[in-house]
């Protein structure tokens, strides 16, 4: 059955590390995006690609960086220039166009040690 | 700046009744409207949806209602369940802009 998958569930961060996060969705949808949700905030807008091998930041796109090679896979990649990253990261996809639903991963918790 | 602000971040409701949460939002382009459900730990599930061209949609139990000169929209829940005790966020689009932008969320609890 059709969906989005994050991985891993938890994932420690040692300071000066760089960790990737990653989004598999099999729906066939063209856009993907991440989100990072803090306690007491929405989610807020990390990158999102709307095509192949091209991608768009968001709203706190510093310290994060993201490929797009496959359209079913949209890795994100913390990087040590990201001061805070304890967060809830979540992946979204949908098909381009208006009013397209967008549909959520699982989630992935980030912790840092 | 904060487009789209959910001022209530929680709200007890008992089981039966009517639950309202309640979503404002500064950008007149908005043009398409969402709530979402989210249970901690998990992704956010989508809810329901609202084009700039209605005021009312209604599936089910859920019926949202928007009010675009006074920028607000609402989702009533009729009747409450506990199930129904999770996360919403309200969020927000211009069509053809992909992105979307959320509210803080409201908690919702629904006490037996």
């Known amino acids: 059955d059709g969906g989005i998958t994050q991985s891993p569930k938890y994932l420690f961060r040692k300071e000066g590390q760089n960790v990737t996060l990653s989004c598999e969705q099999n729906?066939?949808?063209?856009?993907m995006y991440w989100y990072r949700q803090d306690p007491g905030q929405g989610l807020r807008l990390i990158y999102y690609?709307?095509?192949?091998?091209?991608?768009q930041k968001g709203d706190i796109a510093e310290g994060y960086s993201v490929s797009r090679e496959k359209k079913e896979s949209f890795p994100l990649t913390v990087t040590s220039a990201q001061k805070n990253p304890t967060a809830f990261y979540l992946c979204?996809?949908?098909?381009?166009?208006?009013?397209?639903?967008?549909?959520f991963g699982p989630g992935t918790r980030l912790l840092v040690l | 700046d904060q487009q789209v602000k959910q001022n209530s971040p929680s709200l007890s409701v008992q089981e039966g009744r009517i639950s309202i949460l309640n979503c404002d939002y500064t950008?007149?382009?908005?043009?398409?409207f969402l709530w979402y459900k989210k249970y901690p730990a998990e992704g956010p599930t989508f809810l329901i949806s609202?084009?700039?061209?209605?005021d009312k949609n209604e599936d089910g139990r859920f019926t949202v209602f928007l009010n675009k000169s006074a920028k607000h929209l609402s989702l009533h829940i009729v009747p409450s369940q506990p199930g129904d005790s999770a996360v919403y966020f309200c969020?927000?689009?211009?069509?053809?802009?992909?992105?979307?932008?959320f509210g803080q969320g409201t908690r919702l609890t629904i006490n037996p």
């Open positions: 690609s709307q095509i192949v091998n091209d991608f």
């Open positions: 729906l066939n949808h063209d856009a």
């Open positions: 969020a927000a689009s211009i069509q053809g802009a992909q992105k979307l932008v």
């Open positions: 950008n007149s382009m908005f043009d398409y």
């Open positions: 979204a996809s949908n098909n381009r166009g208006p009013g397209e639903t967008q549909y």
């Open positions: 609202i084009s700039s061209i209605k």
